[in-house]
Antibody, heavy 119, light 110 residues
Framework: EVQLAESGGGLVQPGGSLRLACAAS????????MNWVRQAPGKGLEWVSY????????YYAASVKGRFTISRDNAKNSLYLQMNSLRAEDTAIYYC????????????WGQGTLVTVSS | QSVLTQPPSVSEAPRQRVTISCSGS????????VNWYQQIPGKAPKLLIY???LLPSGVSDRFSGSKSGTSASLAISGLQSEDEADYYC???????????FGGGTKLTVL
């Protein structure tokens, strides 16, 4: 069974940093592209970042580019999101999402971790 | 405001059929496949329909997808109370070079 378990969320002050982690199991992690997708409270879904299976190709949404860094450790079956210079508008549930064959088909989602940016 | 337009809400009685529309443009729906996600309140989204009209394993055949031109639709037949959820369409946008989501549609089963 595919499982994705996010951790690392919490309350952080504006301008602060947080590192999210996603532990993957039930599939060959190193063979899959991965994404982070977020959802602000009461709002819709927003794609945040993509990383290919080997970690050599990375994309970011314009809203987080230059502040967030996606990475992965295939030996540890883990995906990460380093978030710096956090803003109030980054407050959201962050989902770790596995991508299907085309990289943009989000076929499995974690339960999410809540990040709250507030003073 | 999303590039993909969905009605904010729809409602229908149990056992009836409802459709949810997703309107886009030539740079997204008109040139790429559409995926649909279901999000039950308090839960993570789940893949419901992929590549316009395909059902993932385990998804009820009461759900179906279609696309015509720059619009896509999700249909749910034989409505059940468990279908109450938010539904999102998603597609790659060639101009923005990102995956974009519709604003979401809240389905209420009366």
């Amino acid at each position: 069974e595919v499982q994705l378990a996010e951790s690392g969320g919490g309350l952080v002050q504006p301008g602060g940093s947080l590192r999210l982690a996603c532990a993957a199991s039930g599939f060959t992690f190193s063979s899959y592209e991965m994404n982070w997708v977020r959802q602000a409270p009461g709002k819709g879904l927003e794609w945040v970042s993509y990383i290919n299976s080997g970690g050599s190709t990375i994309y970011y949404a314009a809203s987080v580019k230059g502040r967030f860094t996606i990475s992965r450790d295939n030996a540890k079956n883990s995906l990460y999101l380093q978030m710096n210079s956090l803003r109030a508008e980054d407050t959201a549930i962050y989902y770790c999402v596995r991508a299907g064959a085309d990289g943009i088909l989000f076929d499995y989602w974690g339960q999410g971790t809540l990040v709250t940016v507030s003073s | 405001q999303s590039v993909l337009t969905q009605p904010p809400s729809v409602s229908e009685a149990p056992r009836q059929r409802v459709t949810i529309s997703c309107s886009g443009s030539s740079s997204n729906i008109g040139n790429n496949v559409v995926n649909w996600y279901q999000q039950i309140p308090g839960k993570a989204p789940k893949l419901l329909i992929y590549y316009d009209d395909l059902l993932p394993s385990g998804v009820s055949d009461r759900f179906s997808g279609s696309k015509s031109g720059t619009s896509a639709s999700l249909a749910i037949s034989g409505l059940q109370s468990e279908d109450e959820a938010d539904y999102y369409c998603a597609v790659w946008d060639d101009r923005l070079n990102v995956v974009i989501f519709g604003g979401g549609t809240k389905l209420t089963v009366l």
